[in-house]
């Protein structure tokens, strides 16, 4: 069995700090593990550093601070594996719904409808403050956390100015104007100063920018829907064959060549013309 002396306690103590570990109870934690296994695998004549080096990947997929990371997602979310797997579903379920709508949508196949409104819930609802919740806890700048907060607002409201949208839902012009002043006053100018004095980032700032930018003006040209204005035509249009089918009972049929017991029904055949007639004009 070996034996960990004062100096290699303080060597891996060390190396811990290094790698990431800042909680100095989780930094002891880690150094009595490793101790441990160390002391119980490790011969006595063995190479202590080369043994140390393959014992540490033991505790992580990548990097020793990715536990660190987790430790404080759990203590802060309870809940958090939970949150991250309806995340996930949400995100999947919403994207697979909108696309399966949006072509049964172009098919003129029934259910469109409310497969676009699951999936832009989900994703609106469910996905983006999810998402929003977990991420924001990454980000140690706030001026990163404004950016974070106001492309998930945006987000959400793109979303859901496209329900209204595909819906015909009344507001759906003035959630698109908010929705394009956060986009344009807010997220766009902060994303692009942020993104734009980093060399790592600057090609990918200035595409995401621009991407962003013909899309809001493709959404400012979306054509209006009025289907009130539909409706109204498919009224009138109701009402002038249901005038014309009247008049020509009228100008086919005669008071006298009606029976008595089909007075009534020619009185209201003449009653209906009438007000249609009136309606109409």
């Known amino acids: ?21 800042e909680m100095e109870d989780l930094q002891l934690n880690l150094l009595d593990h490793v101790c441990c296994i160390i002391e119980q695998n490790l011969s006595q004549d063995g190479d202590f550093e080369d043994f140390y080096k393959k014992t540490i990947p033991k505790f992580c997929k990548s990097e020793l601070w990715e536990i660190e990371e987790e430790t404080i997602n759990l203590l802060i979310f309870k809940h958090y594996y939970t949150m991250k ?15 399966v709508g949006a072509s049964f949508k172009v098919m003129h196949w029934p259910g ?19 998402m929003f919740t977990l991420k924001i806890k990454e980000k140690q700048n706030t001026k990163d956390k404004l950016i974070l907060a106001t492309g998930s607002i945006a987000a959400t409201l793109v979303g859901l100015t496209s329900l209204f949208k595909i819906m015909h839902w009344p507001g759906a012009s003035i959630l698109l104007s908010v929705t394009l002043s956060i986009v344009l006053l807010i997220f766009l100018p902060l994303y692009f100063i942020s993104g734009i004095k980093n060399p790592e980032t600057k090609v990918n700032t200035i595409v995401t920018s621009v991407l962003i930018l013909a899309g809001t003006g493709l959404s400012m040209v979306l054509p209006k829907s009025a289907p009130s204005l539909t409706l109204s035509k498919a009224t009138v249009n ?10 020509t009972i009228k100008a086919l049929v005669k008071p006298d060549s009606l029976n008595q017991a089909n007075i009534e029904t020619y009185n209201a055949f003449m009653q209906s013309a009438d007000k249609l007639k009136r309606r109409h004009h």
């Open 112 to 130: 469109a409808s409310i497969l676009m409104l699951l999936g832009i819930a989900f994703m609106s609802l469910i996905f983006l403050p999810i």
């Open 1 to 21: 069995m070996y034996q960990i002396n004062d100096r290699q306690i303080d060597f891996i103590l060390d190396d811990i700090r290094r790698r990431g570990i």
């Open 85 to 99: 797997k309806i995340m996930i579903y949400s995100g999947a379920f919403g994207a697979f719904a909108t696309l």
């Open 238 to 247: 109701y009402m002038r064959n249901e005038n014309l089918t009247l008049n």
